[in-house]
């Protein structure tokens, strides 16, 4: 009788490391899938912003200042995503904007919206109007790379 019952504590051992380790591998999978899918999602809302906007003004795009930034070795200007809140063509500041310090250097200088110092995406668009990011931080793949780089927001 001894010997069955400790048989039983080994299965429960078992059947605990089994849940224990399950468990956080389907949650690293989730995790993995999600957040390119969380990143792809906003590309294509700020996309179709994006020529919601320049079809409304004229051929215009909505960037932030004058200057041009240069991501994966192409000339690109930073989108206005302000811009794009005032005229509801998103439903809110996407939360993988970065907040840089200084003036027209990040999504949110351009008007009344708020980016966030510990995200990590900049989005920005190349003269044809196609939407690109570049990730900021330690935490990203590749910096200064379109795409999304390991790291949401």
């Known amino acids: 009788m001894k010997r069955l019952k400790s048989w039983r504590w080994v299965v429960f051992i078992v059947l605990l490391i089994a849940v224990v380790f399950g468990g956080w591998y389907f949650t690293t999978q989730m995790i993995r899938t999600e957040y390119p899918q969380a990143w792809s ?26 200057g041009a930034v240069i991501v994966d070795g192409e000339e690109q200007y930073i ?16 939360a993988s904007c970065a907040s840089l310090p200084g003036a027209a250097d990040d999504n949110c200088d351009g008007g009344e919206c708020y980016c966030y110092e510990e995200h990590h995406y900049l989005w920005t668009i190349d003269p044809e109007g196609s939407v690109h990011s570049a990730c900021i931080g330690q935490q990203c793949d590749k910096s200064d790379a379109d795409g999304y780089q390991g790291v949401w927001p």
């Open 41 to 66: 999602d906003w590309r294509a809302k700020l996309q179709d912003a994006v020529t919601d906007y320049r079809n409304a003004n004229n051929g215009s795009l909505p960037i932030v200042g004058s």
């Open 79 to 94: 989108i206005d995503i302000c811009a794009l809140v005032e005229l509801n063509l998103i439903p809110s500041t996407p």
